[in-house]
């Protein structure tokens, strides 16, 4: 149905990012949508997923139904803000123990404070090079610091993840907008098309995700195909228009869209369905949506700087096993040993270890919002949401006021 005969951007960018980065495998078919162009929801399908959520599958994407499972664990996750003390103190799955029991420098910290007080218990005197570690030592100072340094990370990662959810919430806002004002304002089908446009933009926005950072885990073929399919947003012409764009390694895909829909707006102004004003205001909408998946790209393409990283690793991987052995050298020697205060520190020495690493991985784990982490955004929600949202709006019937009496006394 579209009469866009040219390739309005060129094909060098995404020759560009395939060279940049790893080629990844395309499917062997090569799926078209179906020729509808009609705004309607279809009914979805019972999901039975098989998959565990947390494990990764090297060298292929996970498909719509693991998808779901990974985002149906993460709502339940949300919820669990607002349970009772002893309801959150036995929970397991995202936790900071989940982490914190795979990390090796946990595990190093605690050998080396059990082997201190090991031997510790095996003799009954002082060595001199206790005594000479008993001295004072600047290893609290040292924890200072980092305790900043970590927090600082966990602050700047923090708002770095809600910046970009405020973002994806935006896109989806826009669309809506869009959806509003084509409603009200465009011919049946020229509205139709407008928003079938706009949120077909917006899911190859979070597929081009995959060109850049760590990717993600959405595929043209297990994602975009599936709603493209389910909603009518692109037609066979469409798609075959578009076939020069890899979805998957760049975002022109998604800039292509958002061009189309500038030109059904300057179509529709230059039949005479909307004035200049009303094209102004659709096309700011339009463009405050691609502002906001640019931006979704930029954080992504730009995490904290490795340097910032790797100094907070290695200062944990000297802090915390320098912290063990001080403890254990400070817990008692000869006639000062005691079993209830040797169980004492090494609890201390343990939530030191939970504090550090926890921190470090909480601050890591919220780099990039759009993974399969359990803590990572809700992608699904808000590009379902939002297609549900335009479906209503654009199936919305003003009632007839004419026929009710009530509102002429």
Same mark, same amino acid.
């Given at each position: 149905?579209s009469?866009r005969?040219?390739?309005?951007?060129?094909?060098?960018?995404?020759?560009?990012?395939?060279?940049?980065?790893? &080629?990844?495998?395309?499917?062997?078919?090569?799926?078209?949508?179906?020729?509808g162009?009609?705004?309607?929801?279809?009914?979805?399908?019972? !999901?039975?997923?098989?998959?565990? *959520?947390? /494990?990764?599958?090297?060298?292929?994407?996970?498909?719509?139904?693991?998808?779901?499972?990974?985002?149906?664990?993460?709502?339940?996750?949300?919820?669990?803000?607002?349970?009772?003390?002893?309801?959150?103190?036995?929970?397991?799955?995202?936790?900071?123990l989940?982490?914190?029991? =795979?990390?090796?420098?946990?595990?190093?910290?605690?050998?080396?404070?059990?082997?201190?007080?090991?031997?510790?218990?095996?003799?009954?005197?002082? @060595?001199?090079? #206790? /005594?000479?570690?008993?001295?004072?030592?600047?290893?609290?100072?040292?924890?200072?610091?980092?305790?900043?340094?970590?927090?600082?990370?966990?602050?700047?990662?923090?708002?770095?993840?809600?910046?970009?959810?405020?973002?994806?919430?935006?896109?989806?806002?826009? !669309?809506?907008?869009?959806?509003?004002?084509?409603?009200?304002?465009?011919?049946? /089908?020229? +509205?139709?098309r407008l928003v079938?446009?706009?949120?077909?933009?917006?899911?190859? %926005?979070? &597929?081009?995700?995959? +060109?850049?950072?760590?990717?993600? @885990?959405?595929?043209?073929?297990?994602?975009?195909d599936?709603?493209?399919?389910?909603?009518?947003?692109?037609?066979?012409?469409?798609?075959n228009?578009?076939?020069?764009?890899?979805?998957?390694?760049?975002a022109?895909?998604?800039k292509?869209l958002?061009?189309?829909?500038?030109?059904?707006?300057?179509?529709?102004r230059?039949?005479?369905?909307?004035?200049?004003?009303?094209?102004?205001?659709?096309?700011?909408?339009?463009l405050?949506?691609? +502002?906001?998946?640019?931006? !979704?790209?930029?954080? =992504?393409d730009? @995490? @904290?700087?490795?340097?910032? #990283?790797h100094?907070?690793?290695?200062?944990?991987?000297? *802090?915390?096993?320098?912290?063990?052995?001080?403890?254990?050298?400070?817990?008692?020697?000869?006639?000062?040993?005691?079993i %209830?205060?040797?169980?004492?520190?090494?609890?201390?020495?343990?939530?030191?270890? #939970?504090?550090?690493? %926890?921190?470090?991985?909480?601050?890591?784990?919220?780099?990039?919002?759009?993974?399969?982490?359990?803590?990572?955004?809700? &992608?699904?929600? *808000? &590009?379902?949401?939002?297609l549900?949202?335009?479906?209503?709006?654009?199936?919305? =019937?003003?009632?007839?006021?004419?026929?009710?009496?009530?509102?002429?006394?």
């Amino acid at each position: 149905m579209s009469d866009r005969a040219g390739k309005p951007i060129s094909q060098m960018s995404s020759r560009l990012m395939k060279i940049l980065h790893d &080629v990844r495998p395309s499917p062997s078919k090569d799926p078209s949508s179906p020729g509808g162009v009609e705004f309607t929801i279809a009914e979805d399908s019972d !999901i039975s997923c098989k998959r565990v *959520y947390g /494990e990764s599958r090297k060298g292929c994407k996970q498909t719509l139904e693991e998808l779901r499972e990974i985002e149906r664990h993460r709502r339940m996750l949300l919820l669990r803000a607002e349970l009772p003390f002893w309801r959150i103190i036995i929970c397991w799955t995202g936790t900071c123990l989940s982490q914190v029991v =795979t990390d090796s420098l946990i595990w190093c910290t605690l050998v080396t404070y059990i082997s201190i007080r090991i031997s510790a218990h095996a003799i009954d005197y002082v @060595p001199s090079s #206790i /005594e000479a570690l008993s001295q004072d030592n600047n290893i609290a100072i040292l924890g200072g610091f980092l305790s900043f340094f970590l927090v600082l990370f966990v602050n700047q990662t923090n708002e770095r993840f809600f910046q970009m959810y405020r973002l994806s919430k935006a896109c989806s806002g826009r !669309i809506q907008d869009v959806a509003g004002l084509a409603k009200a304002q465009l011919p049946p /089908e020229l +509205a139709d098309r407008l928003v079938r446009h706009i949120n077909a933009a917006q899911i190859a %926005g979070y &597929v081009g995700l995959n +060109a850049i950072g760590h990717g993600c @885990p959405y595929s043209k073929a297990h994602f975009f195909d599936h709603y493209n399919s389910q909603y009518n947003l692109l037609t066979a012409d469409e798609m075959n228009i578009l076939q020069h764009h890899d979805m998957e390694y760049s975002a022109l895909y998604m800039k292509e869209l958002v061009t189309w829909c500038q030109l059904d707006l300057a179509l529709a102004r230059k039949e005479g369905h909307i004035d200049r004003y009303q094209e102004k205001q659709m096309n700011d909408c339009i463009l405050q949506f691609r +502002a906001s998946m640019d931006g !979704i790209y930029d954080y =992504t393409d730009q @995490p @904290p700087h490795f340097f910032y #990283i790797h100094f907070l690793v290695l200062l944990s991987a000297i *802090y915390l096993p320098l912290f063990a052995i001080d403890t254990a050298v400070a817990a008692g020697w000869g006639e000062d040993k005691y079993i %209830g205060l040797d169980i004492m520190n090494f609890i201390i020495v343990l939530l030191q270890g #939970i504090f550090v690493v %926890g921190l470090r991985s909480l601050g890591t784990k919220m780099i990039d919002p759009y993974g399969d982490d359990l803590e990572d955004l809700s &992608v699904i929600l *808000y &590009v379902e949401s939002t297609l549900e949202n335009c479906s209503a709006i654009m199936n919305s =019937t003003q009632p007839d006021y004419s026929n009710f009496r009530d509102l002429d006394s």
